[in-house]
T-cell receptor
Framework: DAGVIQSPRHEVTEMGQEVTLRCKPISGHNSLFWYRQTMMRGLELLIY????????DSGMPEDRFSAKMPNASFSTLKIQPSEPRDSAVYFC?????????FGSGTQLSVL | SQQGEEDPQALSIQEGENATMNCSYKTSINNLQWYRQNSGRGLVHLILIRSNEREKHSGRLRVTLDTSKKSSSLLITASRAADTASYFC??????????FGKGTRLHILP
């Protein structure tokens, strides 16, 4: 199994631009989580899905952030417009039962 | 919001010594998990302990859980240089939400 696949691995963009992060979960997993990691705030849960349905998006910072899971094998996290304070590592993780499997993350830098 | 809080924030020990990290949390949980993160990588699951369990072992890892104190500890015995990493506790609550603490940075000195 290839594990959780995230793309791109690195993203550098300018303030105001739209950013789309992508995630392919492990086949057969029914839960998907998006986290953001910074030195100051640690790992923050942004949103999670069960069976492609968003269950809790209370961690999404503001309306500039949106996430979708159109099918069981793909999810996106979009930031529009991006701001410098969005710079962080964004992780996607999938799960079948309790235990999370993480992707390698997307390092986002907003200049 | 953070559920778990690890203690200490950073720990340096000599190779061969035991390393102990603690985690406290705030609300009722289904289970508590420990993960490891090497620099620049995603987190890797180490061990899970359920709310009705008090202790669990896996290789050189020992985890305890005290639900009355809302705390857990992770013990790594006979540490090795390769154990250098950040360690996070994560709590799963009744609504399947999994929240992480800020982690303990462990450095094993040769």
């Amino acid at each position: 199994d290839a594990g959780v696949i995230q793309s791109p691995r690195h993203e550098v963009t300018e303030m105001g631009q739209e950013v789309t992060l992508r995630c392919k979960p492990i086949s057969g997993h029914n839960s998907l989580f998006w986290y953001r990691q910074t030195m100051m705030r640690g790992l923050e849960l942004l949103i999670y899905f069960n069976n492609n349905v968003p269950i809790d998006d209370s961690g999404m910072p503001e309306d500039r952030f949106s996430a979708k899971m159109p099918n069981a094998s793909f999810s996106t996290l979009k930031i529009q417009p991006s701001e410098p304070r969005d710079s962080a590592v964004y992780f996607c993780a999938s799960s079948l039962s309790e235990k999370l499997f993480f992707g390698s993350g997307t390092q986002l830098s907003v200049l | 919001s953070q559920q778990g809080e690890e203690d200490p924030q950073a720990l340096s020990i000599q190779e061969g010594e035991n390393a102990t990290m603690n985690c406290s949390y705030k609300t009722s949980i289904n289970n508590l998990q420990w993960y490891r993160q090497n620099s620049g990588r995603g987190l890797v699951h180490l061990i899970l302990i359920r709310s009705n369990e008090r202790e669990k072992h896996s290789g050189r890892l020992r985890v305890t859980l005290d639900t009355s104190k809302k705390s857990s500890s992770l013990l790594i015995t006979a540490s090795r240089a390769a154990d250098t990493a950040s360690y996070f506790c994560a709590t799963e609550s009744r609504d399947d939400k999994i929240i992480f603490g800020k982690g303990t940075r462990l450095h094993i000195l040769p």
